[in-house]
């Protein structure tokens, strides 16, 4: 019997992503947990397994679709049932699998109670909710133009059917929301979302309602056409590129920034690193300034743990966080990547070089789970091997604060009567307005200033 392999929940929060690589050939036999395609999301590169043994019948998807959570990708012919029936016996196994509709639904309202327990597969069943909202608005319009149908019926196309589930599945929204949507008669597919990922949230279906049915949001000004004044390009935006555009955007559009300039003399530091290289060398890392920036930001959490924090703006509440899990950019060829190190306040300054070191590789060879990209509290981007004075780094959403590093410098500095050569090192703390006040963040960036140029003294003040 054919069994289909669908593309499963990736991760929480994600529901679409981007076929990178098939691994399987039509005809190849595979075991159960054989890894069959791989998919890039905006986080990571994962494969996906076949939950059956079988023989690849038919590849329904190609490298560099766009899949959906739910989606056909591969149809095996089971290795246990090939041969194994005759005609007359399959026709009657299949009679007493066959459900009737009754039963179908029974199973599907037991399916979705099931997932009312598990949060990331929430979405399938909101989706499925708006569904509804699509049919109420199709039976009111249907009413209206009832006779303008007679005059020109017509039927949707296999292929406007499929589209329109596409779409479906792109909403993400709340009973609640959808609830009040359908309220005030609004198809809710016809919003745009401004929460995380494209949530539609309360406060997006009043605004449009009060625009008189317009799009919510920004609309995207039409660019010119830059054929007219020379050669041009086109090429698509990577799948990393994408996400990254869309979550840069709502963050700067929803969190009002603030930043905040400091510099540190680190001479004492670098002469650490250098006294201690070799031996984290030997443990398979590289001792940075990354490394202590981590352990340094690590300590300062727990000391602000203001910009520990996240804000909820719908329950006009803080989530205050307990565990200090910290991002560190890296730049890849395909684009920005933000992994995450667990725990870095339990961890010694050896111990996060070597795993810097090994999440940054991962980050550059495309091989980040998708564990190694959730759970992030704060950020801190490096662009110090590339060079640059200060820059503005965006607070990566749902955070509330980041801390950008640039090149240090040689600068004379005045000591005892005298001017000094120091290495002075650039900061830039970007936080969000709504819950950190400016007096909170000139304290950071000073206690920050502080334990780069004298730990002891920061840590026993």
């Known amino acids: 019997m054919a069994k ?60 560099g679709d766009e899949v959906s959570v739910g989606d056909v990708i591969i149809i095996l012919e089971e290795a246990s049932e090939e041969n194994k029936d005759s005609g007359d016996e399959k026709e009657k196994k299949e009679e007493k699998k066959e459900e009737t509709s009754e039963e179908k639904e029974k199973k599907k309202t037991k ?8 949060e990331e597969k929430k979405e399938g069943e909101e989706r499925s909710a708006d569904q509804e909202d699509v049919d109420e608005s199709k039976d009111e319009s249907k009413d209206e133009d009832k006779d303008e149908e007679k005059k020109k019926p017509s039927k949707k196309s296999e292929k406007d059917k499929s589209e329109d589930k596409k779409s479906l599945k792109e909403v993400y929204a709340s009973p609640g929301v ?27 279906v ?44 709502q963050s700067w559009q929803s969190i009002p920034h603030v930043f905040q300039f400091g510099e540190a003399d680190i001479s004492g530091i670098e002469t650490y690193i250098e006294d201690h290289k070799e031996k984290v060398e030997e443990a398979g890392g590289k001792l940075s300034l990354t490394a ?87 950020s801190i981007s490096n662009l110090g091997g590339i060079g640059g004075t200060n820059f503005t780094p965006i607070v990566y959403h749902p955070q509330v604060a980041i ?23 650039p900061l830039s703390l970007s936080y969000d307005h709504r819950l950190i006040d400016g007096a909170d963040g000139a304290s950071f960036m000073n206690w920050m200033v502080k334990a780069l140029e004298d730990p002891y003294e920061a840590l026993l003040g």
């Open 292 to 378: 202590i920036l981590t352990k340094v930001v690590a300590t300062a959490l727990h000391k602000f743990p203001m910009f520990n924090a996240s804000i909820d703006m719908d329950k006009e509440e803080m989530i205050l966080k307990k565990y200090v899990n910290i991002n560190i950019a890296v730049a890849t060829d395909e684009g920005l990547l933000v992994p995450v190190i667990k725990n870095a306040d339990q961890k010694s300054i050896k111990d996060l070089s070597v795993e810097i070191s090994e999440i940054a590789q991962k980050a550059r060879d495309q091989k980040l789970s998708n564990e190694d990209m959730e759970g992030g509290n704060f």
């Open 206 to 249: 009043k605004n449009y309602k009060e625009g008189g049915g317009k799009k919510s949001g920004p609309a995207q000004p039409e660019l010119p056409d830059f054929s007219k004044w020379g050669a041009v390009e086109t090429k698509p935006l990577n799948n990393i590129k994408k996400i990254t555009a869309k979550n840069v955007l």
């Open 4 to 63: 289909e392999i669908k593309i499963p929940q990736i991760s929480e929060g994600v529901d679409t992503a981007t076929i990178s690589e098939i691994l399987v050939s039509k005809g190849d036999k595979i075991k159960k947990d054989q890894a069959v395609i791989a998919v890039e999301t905006d986080k990571a590169s994962t494969e996906i397994p076949s939950a059956f043994s079988g023989t690849v019948k038919e590849i329904k998807v190609s490298e």
């Open 111 to 118: 399916d979705k109670e099931k997932k009312e327990t598990s």
């Open 403 to 425: 801390l950008g590093v640039s090149r240090a410098s040689i600068k004379p500095v005045y000591i005892d009567d005298n001017f000094e050569p120091r290495s002075i090192l």
């Open 178 to 204: 959808r609830r009040l949507a359908r309220e005030l008669g609004i198809n809710i597919q016809k919003i745009e979302g401004s929460g995380d990922s494209g949530r539609i949230t309360e406060k997006d």
